[in-house]
């Protein structure tokens, strides 16, 4: 969306993929600032922030996307992943599942931070729904695989669904459950976060809250490209995109 947007307004893009490397993500952004971009739209920092200052200082405008900066310096985009997870819990009340075994994501993301806020705040708000939290926290199928078999080991199955932190994780988890002996959803219902392309695809398609990743990039590069043409502009502005569950085959309803 970010290379098809710029590409419209006669803006070249170059990509880089640290993949939380701090040290990568410095000498990505020092390439970059030698190379004298005219702008940079960046995702997950996983090093110290001021790594862009030289950036801002220089006046290289910059939009985050699906990343919380600790100081509202730049432009970015964000989506509601703390109302996205509420409405996912809302959704397994609604069908009657009071038993949820939660599978969280990285403690340094802060996307899975405010989607884990969002279970927590539905809970504080319905005092007949129990969470169990799975021991194995991450965006990998592994951690919900291990989630669900370390959890079905120690307590069996004491829950009726399973909300995943994203569709990765999801994939851990319905391959957990099948290799259990249980089905989904006649057994144990499964949702989770994201709407990734194979989600319609698992067996059963999985129901999920869709983040909308098109719309992020094309308002994050719009951002950018208007810092750009429009500098006098002071304000940085955050916005925050909503979120819809896409319903599929992996959740029933129980008495």
């Keep these: 969306a970010i290379e098809h947007h710029a590409r419209e307004n006669k803006f070249d893009t170059m990509v880089a ?16 600032f030698k190379k004298k971009v005219d702008g940079v739209i960046i995702f997950e920092l996983r090093g110290n922030e001021t790594v862009l200052e ?54 340094n993301v802060h996307s899975a931070c405010d989607r884990r806020e969002g279970v927590e705040k539905f ?32 307590y069996r199955k004491n829950f009726t669904a399973i909300f995943a932190v994203c569709d990765y994780t999801a994939l851990g988890a319905l391959w957990a459950v099948v290799e259990a002996g249980l089905q989904v959803p006649k057994d144990v219902s499964v949702i989770s976060f994201d709407d990734s392309p194979f989600a319609a695809y698992t067996v059963p398609p999985l129901t999920t809250v869709l983040q ?12 950018l490209i208007e810092r750009l043409t429009s500098p006098r502009n002071r304000i940085h502005r955050n916005v925050v995109l909503p979120t819809r569950i896409v319903e599929r085959k992996s959740v029933a309803t129980v008495s």
């Design 212 to 223: 909308p990743r098109w719309e992020m990039g094309v308002v994050a590069t719009q951002l």
């Design 123 to 154: 809970v504080k708000k319905h005092e007949d729904v129990q969470v169990f939290m799975g021991e194995s926290q991450g965006f990998e199928p592994e951690d919900g695989y291990l989630s669900v078999k370390i959890h079905l080991a120690k």
């Design 17 to 32: 993929i640290p993949k939380g490397l701090p040290t990568r993500e410095m000498e990505v952004l020092d390439e970059y």
């Design 54 to 107: 030289k950036f801002m200082r220089s006046g290289i405008p910059i939009t985050a996307v699906d990343y919380k900066m600790e100081e509202i310096k730049v432009d970015s985009v964000n989506v509601d992943n703390m109302g996205g997870a509420y409405s996912a819990m809302r959704y397994l009340y609604e069908r009657g599942h009071r038993k949820i075994l939660f599978i969280p994501g990285p403690e």
